[in-house]
């Protein structure tokens, strides 16, 4: 790989400004070379990256298996990467980044980064970010988009200010109800005009002290592939709306319209469809609340176990709930066992759960995780409710282990 | 002598355009209208045709699909020839993918649905209500 494109891929992840980086910057990412035998997922060959499975290069979309989403709090280099266009250019003065909050405002604001991040008050929070097609691949049959399986997730820490705070200070109108946002990201055709995706949300999830303006990734400034220098981070809800890049909100009158707001976007069916088929757009329901999901993060799937006691651990979330309970199988479903799970360390972060079991031999034994939240909401033992876009596929899904000894 | 003179003079005097009044003699044919350029389209990928699966039509689905994005997006699905077409409408007025004859559209689309169907089976064989 020449020295060029290392160079940019380096700047993707530790943000060093660079001038002319969009113009030499990948538009591929190289892909670990895989040997003429060798099958399997293609792996993300990215500085500063984990070996996460690529989805796609163009866009980049790259999930984290399980076994690496094993962290407390996910490490930068294990979060997932979804963008919908291609990379903007590094910014060279981050602090002067502009952002605008307009529409149904009092007093439009422009505003520095720099100074965003001195006038309102900063905070830090672990918050779950997740795909809104996470799951996606669990639909039978396929439906279209990229073939998530649980790793479009991730639980890093984040450090920004409250979007409620500086919607306040813009005063928001009485005909405020629904936000807009826009961010720097070409269009894949490299189109700086026109916004790839633009999404929004209910005015009262904007107003959650949780959502964020964030410009720090587990304490560092936000790397480029995660969205330099600044971002939203809505919690718990479909990650396109944690517009990365982010240059305006604007705050509207009505249900924003942009790109991925109508359709089959990020919408599923008010009555269930036979699955395949071409389905209606016309009675569906805005993906909101993220469903209740949990992976078994330890041990890995295909791992080869020294004895019959299994000691496992993994994270469960539920989009704006708390998880209450997940619970064991390690017979396809006949008997459950319930696992310890822990609060988590602030609102609209994932919880561990832990729990041991005693296989009853050696042999090949799958291992269930099935998590119920706080409305009584429990996994399903398929994707469910399909739609042609495969959103909201949250079904108990297994780890395969070998007891050896 | 006198006529031969007069006709010098004429001469010079056409040649120095006196005799055609104030009009231009010559008027250099309207510019074209500027054409918009496009944002220029990057080379999108590494990818190349021979990483989709061979078929009729797989030169047309190459270049028409990976102008924008990569091939993986496409060998992830699985869609009916119905679904492809109402993916190939999204691309068109969503993503703004210049426009496709019919007869391209056409073979494009059986490329896509043949080489892409439905594979994921469900337990219980295929679904009844789907024909």
Known sequence: MDKASTTTR???????????????????????????????????????????????????????????????????????????????????????????????????????????????????????????????????????????????????????VRLADVLKAAGLKSSAVYTGHYGAEPTLAGETDKPTISRGMRLDKAMEPHTLIAFKLNGKDLPLAHGAPVRVIVPGWAGSLSTKWLKRIWVRDKEHDGPGMGGFSYRTPRKPIVPGSKGDDKDMAILESMPVRSVITFPADGAKLAGRKVDLRGHAWAGDHEVKSVEISIDHGVTWKAAKVNAPANKFAWQRFTATVELPSTGYYEVWSRATDATGKTQPFAASNWNPQGYGGNPVTPVRVLAEA | MIALGAAFILLAADRAGNLRGKAPAWTPPPKAEPRVVEAPRQPPHHDKVEDLPDGKGREAAFYTCTACHGVALIKAQGLTRELWDNTFDTMLEKYRMPPVKPAERAEILDYLAEQFPPRRRARSGDNPFLK
Do not use: H
């Open chain 1, 10 to 160: 380096r700047t993707l992840l530790k943000g060093t400004a660079m001038t002319g980086v969009a113009a030499a910057l990948p538009t591929g990412v190289a892909l670990a070379q895989a040997t003429p035998a060798a099958k399997g997922p293609k792996l993300l060959e990215m500085e500063g990256k984990a070996k996460l499975v690529v989805l796609g290069d163009r866009p980049l979309v790259a999930e984290t298996p399980a076994s690496l989403l094993d962290d407390d709090v996910t490490p930068t280099d294990k979060l997932f990467v979804r963008n919908n266009g291609q990379f903007p250019e590094m910014p060279a003065d981050a602090k002067a980044w502009k952002i605008k909050i307009d529409g149904e405002v009092n007093a439009p604001i422009e505003i520095a980064l720099g100074d965003l991040m001195a006038k309102f008050e900063n905070v830090t929070y672990q918050l779950m970010l997740e795909c809104g097609g996470n799951g996606r691949s669990y639909f039978t049959p396929e439906a279209r988009g990229n073939q998530w399986t649980n790793g479009g997730a991730g639980c890093p820490q984040w450090t920004g």
